[in-house]
């Protein structure tokens, strides 16, 4: 908004008044369900010729499977699903000649065989496969299933059904001709160059295997079996060999508590033919050696030019190496303070391409490497956050979405060394209020223990001098987590970084903490001492963001609260139990408060009475713990299908708070999952907790 003040004395006051006047009208147009209306998109995939790329798009929950192709590049929508049914669109798989486009509709099954049904629909729902003609058209189902991979002869598509491996056939109406039959849970299909065979990893408890299918000979055979669990099979570009990492086996659970160090892990490299296998490298041990995942279809991958690219924490960040596949050292490839995170390598296997926070810790950019030189080249900079890169079939089109802190995620591409440019203009709705709203600033705050913690402060832009507002701290989920400056790249998070902008137009003052345990920061940062079950050395972030924001002379020391979703839950919870004097209120949303409940949510043969002292421990570190001091209002939002935390988590905090008059307000939503998968359900839940911190610190008492 811009204004024009007058000279004159009484022109000054009037122009001053209206500023403020506007500056108020506007901020109370913004409406949280606006903000919650932009599209998101995800699934970004380049067909493996040509220059065609697919995404998926959700639109208020509604999901459906956009395209793009050369020369233009203008998306359309391909599908025409037009319901917020909660039903994903996932795992988009192009044939070869890049005229179809298989994809999943449906969520994965519980333990228990249950398929997420957030509408409680009485006729149920399925996970199945589909095929749509990149033309147009109706799309058609072809059997239930997931995880599919399309052979490269384009004849099949393999596929998942209740852990074994299935082939249906493309050039027929999608029968399921083969199912291999074989102990253990199968994933991570991997086909052969040629189509001839079917590489994956079959898990069997405590050991797993990668195997190979022979399609032509019906037979099966694992490559170097051990009691050490095999996982990441990528073949080699003549098909002849494997490579895959091992990783010794451990009982011991290690979940939610620092792992700096781990029993060594190594890249095996297989004979397909002779089935037998070899040591080619192994991670040194100490500082470093726990493995660390990077965001792509596969953790290792396999250069033209015989390189094996793969992430490590040598030197406290997640970053790239390259190994030749004869042998020898691993040499660097991102060097520097910085974690990569998106990598993908492009259809001739020539250069890789990654997001990283490299020169701007806050924010995400997109690199090249081209293993001519080995030397990254950044591709894009500036203010914005640019994440997810592919490279179309033909190697001339760089696509990815990008946001920064007005804009929302969108799809975007680069033509050749040209500017980049939106892929679906016009999606983002025109009353989007993109100029209204605040860029966050960032900051960091001491914790109660000394530590550093970077964060971001979003303040409303027209507090009055001297005026003290209310003010309230979010807690991201994970923990393996980082907020940025902008919209994020995760759904979840685009969608809490949206109610701390509608917070901040309504008067409040947010901080977004970065606590320790999270990303981006490094590994001594991620792998904190003592967070999580180990001793919850996150309540000292907790505590200092508090203080932080009573510290500050915009804030009312009174009117401070705090809010989280799954470990910012646990936060949130940790926070009001142990400081009520400090957090006036908070939002819930599906935290953790018993931290022996939660480990068993992931680890379901983890037995407490099996490990007392760290069952002790993990206990002290649980809000429940603590539960006699809570004291200030809490609101408990929960899905009673969560299969990431038990929402027996919530019946049992409620029960205790109950027990000690606390004051709990809650919402629940019948079938839902953890990450809500109705758009509706958001709308209902960041409403919920915006009018609670609105009636519970928005007047000064």
Request: charged letters at 20%.
């Amino acid at each position: 908004m811009r204004c024009t003040h007058i000279k004159a004395s009484a022109g000054v006051l009037l122009g001053g008044l209206l500023c403020i006047s506007m500056a108020l009208s506007q901020q109370r147009t913004i409406k949280l369900e606006t903000l919650l209306s932009a599209p998101f998109p995800s699934s970004l995939q380049a067909a493996p010729t040509a220059g065609k790329i697919a995404w998926v798009q959700s639109a208020q929950g509604v999901r459906n499977i956009w395209i793009a192709e050369a020369p233009d590049y203008r998306g359309r929508q391909l599908t025409s699903f037009t319901v917020d049914d909660g039903q994903e669109l996932s795992s988009l798989s192009w044939t070869p000649d890049g005229k179809t486009i298989i994809f999943v509709r449906g969520s994965a099954e519980s333990r228990q065989g249950e398929i997420p049904n957030p509408m409680s629909n009485p006729a149920g729902v399925e996970q199945a496969l589909w095929r749509i003609s990149a033309d147009g058209g109706d799309p058609k189902r072809i059997t239930a299933g997931s995880g599919p991979e399309v052979s490269p002869r384009g004849t099949s598509v393999a596929f998942l059904k209740r852990g074994q491996v299935c082939l249906a056939r493309l050039d027929t109406t999608g029968e399921v001709v083969q199912q291999i039959h074989a102990r253990g849970t199968a994933s991570s299909l991997q086909w052969s160059p040629d189509g001839s065979k079917l590489a994956f990893v079959s898990t069997r408890s405590d050991h797993a295997f990668v195997g190979v299918y022979d399609v032509e000979a019906k037979t099966l055979r694992y490559l170097d079996p051990s009691v050490d669990r095999d996982n990441y099979p990528v073949w080699s570009p003549d098909g002849s060999r494997i490579a895959f990492l091992r990783f010794l086996s451990s009982a011991e659970p290690r979940l939610f508590r620092p792992e700096r160090s781990a029993p060594p892990w190594s890249i095996m490299i297989a004979d397909v033919a002779a089935q037998r296998a070899v040591k080619l490298w192994q991670v040194d041990e100490g500082r470093g050696s726990a493995f660390q995942n990077i965001v792509a279809e596969n953790q290792i991958l396999w250069t033209a030019d015989d390189r094996i690219v793969f992430p490590w924490e040598k030197d406290g960040w997640t970053h790239l190496y390259a190994i030749s596949v004869s042998g020898g050292k691993p040499s660097l490839l991102t060097p520097g303070e910085f974690e990569v995170e998106h990598v993908t390598i492009s259809a001739d296997r020539r250069q890789i391409f990654f997001d990283s926070n490299q020169g701007d810790i806050d924010r995400r950019h997109i690199w090249r490497i081209d293993f001519k030189n080995n030397r990254p080249v950044q591709v894009t900079r500036g203010t914005g956050i640019e994440w997810s890169p592919v490279v179309t079939g033909d190697g001339q089109t760089l696509a990815f979405f990008r946001s920064d802190a007005r804009t929302p995620a969108h799809a975007a591409v680069i033509v050749g060394s040209g500017q980049a440019k939106e892929l679906a203009p016009g999606t983002i709705p025109a009353d989007f209020p993109v100029r209204m709203l605040v860029e966050p600033q960032a900051v960091t705050f001491d914790a109660a223990d000394g530590m550093t913690i970077p964060a971001q402060l979003f303040l409303p832009t027209n507090i009055g001098k001297g005026e003290r507002r209310p003010a309230v701290v979010f807690f991201h989920g994970g923990s393996r987590r980082q907020m940025l400056l902008g919209w994020h790249y995760s759904s979840y998070y685009h969608n809490s970084y949206a109610l701390n902008q509608y917070l901040a137009s309504k008067g409040f003052i947010v901080l977004s903490v970065n606590f320790r345990s999270g990303t981006g920061y490094g590994m001594e940062f991620r792998e904190a001492l003592n967070y999580g079950a180990a001793g919850a050395s996150e309540f000292n972030d907790v505590l200092g963001a508090g203080l932080y924001l009573r510290s500050r002379p915009d804030v009312d020391p009174s009117r401070i609260g705090l809010w989280g979703g799954s470990y910012g839950g646990y936060l949130t919870a940790l926070g009001l139990a142990k400081a009520s004097d400090l957090y006036a209120a908070g939002v819930d949303i599906h935290g953790v408060h018993e931290w022996n409940l939660g480990i068993q949510m992931f680890l379901p043969t983890y037995n407490p009475k099996e490990y007392e002292e760290a069952a002790r421990v993990a206990h002290q570190s649980s809000p429940i713990a603590y539960v006699d001091g809570w004291r200030s209002p809490v609101l408990v939002i929960h899905g009673d299908d969560d299969r990431n935390v038990s929402f027996t988590q919530t019946v049992m905090l409620i029960e205790q708070l109950r027990k000690r008059n606390v004051e709990v307000e809650q919402l629940v939503f019948p079938d839902e999952v953890h990450g809500f998968l109705l758009h509706a359900h958001w709308e209902q839940a960041l409403k919920a907790a915006a009018e609670f911190f609105e009636r519970r610190l928005g007047k000064k008492p």
